[in-house]
Each structure stands twice: as structure tokens, then as C-alpha cells.
């Protein structure tokens, strides 16, 4: 075997072109290849770095008709309590732990401030996972709900950028929202908490009163904590479910109907975006399949055009004794030296691709962040593809070698002796046939993606700066917050630069919501079951002006509207339709926090969160009234401003730093962006698939325009004899070309006849991810085909051109 690879090594370095061709090809689709298996690799695959992952569990509830508090982190959290009796419950079984991730978290350290995103974890979080310190300890037994002397554990990213791997920064003090926490310990590297894409800095104990949250989480009614187990030797899933259904049997009887413990494989941790991100990645693993085809296709098309031209050399080793398995051997040893110089190309460009993909993620709504590395699992993907390709590729050129006939290939090397190839045609016209495919599916991605930006949100989104303010830990207590946001408001909007300024709970467009259910209007009584809900959004009396919405009856927010006048609020047009439709909303009033809100005004219709979504029942309420009273929301302590700016909007970012440490530094300013930012941040998905299907699709249709390419020029090279005699007859150079051109479309709508029925059949599986469009979009799919001509003629007139201007002295004289 090595003396065929060395052999096919010298060959193929004859044929330069060939050779150079075939290795960017196949270099371009396994490294494509490679960069997205990556990702499907990192969101679906790759286990968390701790010792037999396989062991771990993510524990979540199920119930039927639950009626659990509106604060709730999902069907994966649970009350404290709860925690406590499923730990308790789990016995010997398993060991079940417990977090709550804080966000919006201002930390200090080293007289620097900066934005940090934490867990609170139980004591026996980190031996649960089987996580261990490089430096210093973990949390001792015990040490959750130990008071405020609790300890702190960093991870090795934030002890590095931060404390520039200080070995001395233990029992450093650092400042969490205002309150000391010593470090302890710092986490080894690699290791970012136990939610995959959501990396987390600092670790503390869980405590009943956190400077994170603002109800004691003790409380039956604080559903936040998250809940994993690691299985005990010999314990097996039904066991511990079993044992877990009986405890949550009694503490959710109140909760819900059935309600029930799910045990769920947890060795990739605890992530949301799996399930949406499952699918589409094993699509796009299928549109790869389709590329890597169509590369082996190419390359197999190339190789048979190579050998028919070889026809005169094999036919010579026939002769002096080669076998038919020593000629499928050598055929089969020059794919494998380019698939696997391919290959290593590949591996070295997905570095590269990847580098991209993981910008393109981290600009999607959560702006995930997962570890794209190169572990081994993807660097055997790539050698196991290679290998494939070799294989694929190499077969049928490696049949055709060994049924060389030695005599008939040594009676003459002329055109006449050479084979038409009519595989080749075959593979040439699948090459088209799928890459049609690929350029359907990119071009229903690239009109969604079209169709998204497009939409009309209500708003301008253009010329917004958007920042977040956060006063936790500056000392701010009962109607402080109050007086100083109406100072920073008021002080905004007389920048330099600005139009209008106003405070707003969180942006529009983005992850943040907030909702709330009423029964009944002060007209009329609620109706038995009923139960109406509506969105809610905390903001400035100029809100409406800075964001650009019109009010479009009554009136809308004042400075007036504080803790002593009555409680008011500004409904859309989507709450008018859908609750009061024939009746005059205005002076009417709906109870919510204990209070009864007078409606004063109707707004347009915007965008609330994902804008896909119609507009959805959305209430406004004045910040100065609902920052007062039991149910003033934590969410107020670290709201967001707004800034219409008369031009770029980041321009003003210094002057904004400035007005803020003006009125007191304590107070941080974080997540400075634009409104067109989170725009374009809420469509970041359709962003990446369009991206990506795009990429894939040009690839493919690089490929097969090589393909096409490498055939006709085989043929003009196989037939310049004919040429030279046809010219030397009369024919003109239109003669010469356009039979080429003419097989060369023949080719293409064999493809496109191919093509279009797997278009109409395979586009069906993309439907849920579309967007304004069909999946056998006539658009979409004309498109695809007439780039895919236009590519077609290209490749074939470029051979056409050189047939037309053969000389036919020099072809005569050569034959």
C-alpha cells in the first residue's frame, strides 16, 4: 500500500491542475463539513467537563393544568423547598443539587466595576457534578443558608482576566450588588457552570436573603432553583424517579393535577437550546451530507475524465501484468491522498469557518456562547469523512480501471479510442440536481430573513441608544430609585445630540417580558373561570414619545402620574380589540396589584417581544407609581433608557457615562446598545441559518460548475482533432461552440428535472423555520435555477471558447 501511495503521489504532482482542483474542492466541503459538525457537536454532543458525565441528570416537573406563580424560571425550576424534600427524598439514590442563575449582577473588584452573571448554588453543587478547585476550596457542608460571612467561587476565566492569576486573591474580597463576598476558591479552566451557552464567573451559596433577588427564596412561591442529580452506584433512572414522584406528589398537590418527576440524560447540563436548535442543526447537517455529494461527485466526475485520459498508460500496465485488483488498488490510493490532503486542509479552514459560526451565534436572542473547539469527536468526524469521501469518490473511477482492455487501449490514443463518459454526464447532472436543492433552500432562508427585517415593529427602531442602569448596591431604598431615575431622565433628554429620553423596564424586541392576568373590568363583574392576560412594560412618562409610538385616544403618561395620584395606564389598540371591542375603553379600569388601573389612553400597536408574533394585549404603566407599594418589581432596580438621538446613537455613549457618574457613581452603566441592535439580535437565528444554508449552497454550486467544467473540457481536449478537421472544412466557430453550450444546458435541465421534485418534496421540512413565504415558493425556486444556468453557461463556455479557436494546422499536425 505504500508503494500505491507514493506511486499516486508522483501522479497526481504530474497533473498539477487536476491535482490542485480536486484538494480545494474537497478542502472547501470537509471543512464546511467539520465547522458545522462543530456546532452540532457543541450544542448537541459535548458533554460538561466533569468525571462520568454519563451519570448526571436534569430533573424537571410535569403536571397537568399547573397554577404556578408568574415569577417562575420554567418547567426546569423549582421553590427551595421543594429542593429539600427531592434531595431528601432521593436518598442513597442519587446525590441532588441545586442552583438559581442571577443575572444583572454589578461586581467590583480591585476598585474596578463591571457586569458578571452568576449561580447560587447548594453545598453540595460542586461535589454533585464532581468539580474540584485549582486553587483554594469549593463550599463546605452546610455553608448554604449560613449567613452573610458566605465565600465566593470564581471560575478560572475571571481569576485569570480579573485577578491576573493571583495566587494571593484568596480571601480577596470581592462585591456582589454592593454586598463582600471573600474568594475561596477558583475553578479549573474549561469549566463554565452547568448551562451549556451560558458561561457563569462567580459561584455563592445560597442564601434567604440574597443582594441578587428581591423575595427570600425560601418561600414555597419562589420557583427559581434548578435542579440536577448524579446517580449513586447501582441506582438506576426508574428507581430515582420513582422515590422523587412520591415527594412531589405532596408538594405540588396545590400546584397542579398529576403532577409527576421527569429524569432526563443531564451529561450536557442543563440547556434550553437543544430543543431549538435540534432541528434545524440536523437539517443543516443533511444540507452538508448533500454537499459532501455533491464533492464527491466532482471529484469522481474529475477522476474519470483524468483516467479516460489515462486510457493509453493503464492499458500499458495491463499489459505488462497489473491485475484488476492492482488498478483498483492505485485508483483507490490517489483518492485516498487527496481526500486525505483535503482533509487536513479542511480541519485547518474549519477554524477558521467556525470562528464565524460562533460570532453569528453569539448575535442570536440569549447571544449564546459555546465552546467550538476541535475536540476529538470533531477531529474523528473530519478522518472519518476524508476516509468516506476517498471511498465514494474513488469507486467509480477505480471500476472503470479495472475493465481497461490492454489491446484496445494500445491500438491508438485518438479520439475514437476514448471513452464518452456517460457517468460522468450522470454525476454531473445529480451535482446540479442537488445543488438546485440547496440553492431553493438558501434562498427561502435569505426571504425570511428579508421578510423579518421588513416587518413594522410600531416603532422606529433607527437612531436609538439603549443602556442599562443598575442600582443595586448603591444603597437606594424606598422612593429613592424613584427621584433619581426622574433626575437621569429628565438630564438625558437634555444631551447634546438627543431628541427625547425615557426609562423603560427592558427594551422592546428583546428576551425580557413581563405579563399579568385581571378577571374583570370596574363596568363589570369578572365571569365564573375567566381570566384575561396582558403584557406589561414599566416606563417614563415620555416613553411614547422617545420610542415613537402615537397615542391615538385619550392621552399619555405625565410626570403627574406619581405615588400620590390615582393609578393610571396606557393600553394598546391589540388590548382594545381583543377585551373591550365595542366600547370605549377610556376612564375604565382593571384590577391588578391590588389596585384598580384607570385605562387613559390607547397607543398604536408595537412589537412587545419576538416580532413574528401579532401584537399582543399590552399595558403601560407609569414607573413613578409602580416602583410603590407590595408588589413594586425588582426588575426597576436595574431598568433600561432609552435615547432618541438626532444622529448616531453610540456617539452619545460618553456623554450618557458622564451624566451618570455626575449623579452618583456608585451607579453602573452596562449592556450599552441600539434598538436596531436587538432587532437585529431577536432574527439572529434566521441570521445564522440563512448564513450558513447560503455558504453551503454557493459551495455546492462551486462544485458542480468545477465539475461541469473539468467534463467539457475533457471533451473539447478529447475531440481537438475533430475540431481541427471541422474548422479546416468550413466550420465556423459558432459550429464549434455551440454544440458544447448545447450539451452543457442538456446537462442542466436533466438536473433541474432531478431537482425540482426533491425541491418540492425536502422544502417541507424547513416550513416551521420559515417566514412570510411558502416552501414551494415559485420565487425561491426560479431563482435558484436560473443562478444555476447562468452558472452552468459560464462553466461550459470558457471549454466552448477554447474549442472555437483551435488552429487546425496545429490540431492536424498533432494527430
Known sequence: MLSDLRLALRSLLKSPGFTAVAIVSLALGLGAATAVFSVANAILLRSLPVPHPQELRVLHWLGRKPRIPSWAGGDNAFAPPHYFRLREQAGDRADVFAFIPVTDVIARVRGESFAAQGLMVSDNFFSGLGVTTVLGRTLAPGEDFAGTGAGIVVSYEWWDRRLARDPAALGETIALN?????????????????????????????AERSPFLYREITSSSHWAARIMARLRPGATDTQLKAALDVAWAREAAEFMEEPRISVDAGRGGETYDRADYSRPLLLLLGVVGIVMLVACANLAGLSLARGAARQ????????????WWRLVRQSFAESLVLAGVGGGLGIVGAFWMRTGIARLLAGTRGDLHYDFSLDARVVGFALAFALLTALLSGLLPALRAARIDPIGGLKGRGALNAPRLRVGRVLVAAQIGLSLLLLTGAALYVRTLVNLARIDVGFPTDKLLLFQLNIRGAGYAGAQPVDFYARL???????????????????????????????????????????????????????????????????????????????????NE????????EENPLGLTLPMWEADWQIVGVCRDASYGNAKDPASPTAYFPFRQRLYGRFAMSHLRAPYFAVRAAGEPLALVPAVRSIVKSLDPAVAVTAITTQEA????????????????????????????????????YHVARRTSEFGVRMALGASARDIAWPIVREALGLAAAGLALGVPLVLVLARLIRSQLYGVSPADPVSLVAGAALLCAVVLL??????????????LEALRAE
Open 312 to 323: 493509453h498508460e493503464l492499458a500499458v500496465r495491463a499489459a505488462l501484468g497489473a491485475g
Open 678 to 713: 436587538v432587532r437585529d439580535r431577536s432574527i439572529g437565528r434566521e441570521r445564522l441559518f440563512a448564513t450558513l444554508c447560503g455558504g453551503l449552497a454557493g459551495l455546492a454550486l462551486l462544485l458542480s460548475a468545477i465539475g461541469l467544467y473539468g467534463l467539457m473540457a
Open 489 to 571: 431622565q429628565d438630564t438625558l433628554a437634555t444631551l447634546p445630540g438627543a431628541r427625547a429620553a425615557s426609562l423603560l423596564e427592558f427594551p422592546l424586541l428583546s428576551d425580557g417580558h413581563s405579563s399579568g392576568g385581571f378577571s374583570a373590568f370596574s363596568h363589570r363583574p369578572a365571569a365564573a373561570g375567566t381570566s384575561m392576560n396582558t403584557r406589561r412594560l414599566s416606563v417614563g412618562e415620555t416613553f411614547f414619545a422617545t420610542m415613537g409610538i402615537p397615542i391615538t385616544r385619550g392621552r399619555g403618561l405625565s410626570a403627574a402620574d406619581d405615588e400620590r395620584a390615582p393609578k393610571v395606564i396606557v393600553v
Open 178 to 206: 454592593g454586598r463582600p463576598f471573600p474568594i475561596v476558591g477558583v475553578l479549573p479552566r474549561g469549566f463554565a457552570g452547568p448551562q451549556a451557552g451560558q458561561p457563569n464567573t462567580f459561584y455563592v451559596p445560597l
Open 574 to 581: 391589540a388590548f382594545v380589540r381583543k377585551y373591550l371591542p
Open 795 to 808: 462553466a461550459a463556455w470558457l471549454p466552448a471558447r477554447r474549442a472555437s479557436r483551435v488552429n487546425p
